[in-house]
């Protein structure tokens, strides 16, 4: 482990361990996985048939670093920017009502290519925005027009530059914690940004005061991608963003205490401000 890193062999190596008992001492609610959760649930769950399990890290984030500038968390990819796109959209000082229809999605599956009933790659996001145009419209058309007019920022987080890999980035393109929002580039349309979604977001980073850096990846390494292109496909002008992080995936991921708040302040304008003039 020390001469070549950590490599798991996925089948045998990452089968998860709950406890070791002895069958003899094993209290007869291990020894299934039903009966485990059974007193967790109300009484008309009782007769559990299935479930799904998702397993994290349940210890506390922290603030860490020399300046305190670090936040350490599970999942912050990506529900940091869950929660910057909450944040901006409700607002509570946003003081006049908003001109255009604001809506935040929040997708499962993401990291196992958006392709469910319910990720990206489902019909749900175009079902509802259609609905919300036909209860607020008389004409059939209108649904077209609202999405050639609309604009989305699809935020997932970022890949910072790590002073232990300098190797794994275009030196040219690396963004740094504590930098500044990303906005993500890729000439192969793995990520939705175009130049003028760029520059759009770009004047909006500006207009809030909050810094911005531009990320390309490595040619020569697969470039990761997001929800921004399956979403775009609505016919949508998107920007792909996202606050530069490390150790992305892991159980125990880093982030920047500046590039959040950042991130936040830039959809707060996004959210607040009519943008049908600069489309
Ligand atoms: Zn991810």
């Not at 935040?104 to 290519?113: R, T, W």
């Not at 914690?177 to 520059?199: H, L, W």
């Not at 531009?214 to 609505?234: E, M, W």
């Not at 490390?246 to 707060?268: K, L, Q, Y």
Request: hydrophobic fraction near 40%; glycine fraction near 4%; charged fraction near 20%.
């Amino acid at each position: 482990m020390n001469e070549e890193g950590l490599k798991f062999q996925k089948q045998n190596e990452l089968a998860l361990i709950l406890a070791e008992t002895s069958r003899q001492l094993a209290p007869s609610a291990l020894e299934d996985f039903t009966s485990l959760l059974l007193p967790h649930l109300p009484d008309e769950a009782k007769h559990l048939l299935s479930w799904d399990i998702a397993v994290y890290d349940t210890q506390k984030g922290n603030i860490w670093g020399l300046n305190n500038e670090f936040f350490a968390h599970r999942q912050l990819d990506n529900l940091a920017s869950c929660h910057s796109a909450l944040t901006a959209l409700l607002d509570e000082k946003r003081n006049q009502v908003p001109q255009s229809t604001l809506v935040c999605a929040f997708f499962d599956h993401e990291e196992v290519g958006s392709e469910s009933h319910c990720g990206a790659a489902s019909h749900f996001l175009t079902d509802t925005l259609k609905r919300i145009s036909d209860a607020t419209s008389n004409s059939t058309q209108d649904f077209a027009r609202a999405l050639a007019r609309s604009f989305m920022i699809s935020a997932d987080m970022a890949h910072a530059y790590h002073p232990h890999f300098p190797s794994v980035y275009d030196t040219q393109h690396a963004v740094h914690i504590n930098q500044g929002v990303v906005i993500k580039i890729n000439v192969n349309q793995r990520y939705a940004t175009d130049s003028v979604s760029q520059a759009m977001f770009m004047n909006w980073c500006q207009q809030a005061k909050v810094p911005y850096q531009l990320y390309s990846h490595r040619n020569d390494l697969p470039c990761g991608s997001t929800i921004g292109n399956i979403v775009a496909k609505l016919g949508l002008r998107t920007v792909d963003v996202g606050c530069p992080m490390w150790a992305m995936h892991s159980c125990r991921e880093s982030a920047g205490v500046f590039d959040h708040n950042a991130m936040i302040d830039v959809m707060r304008y996004f959210f607040s401000t009519s943008h049908d003039d600069t489309l």
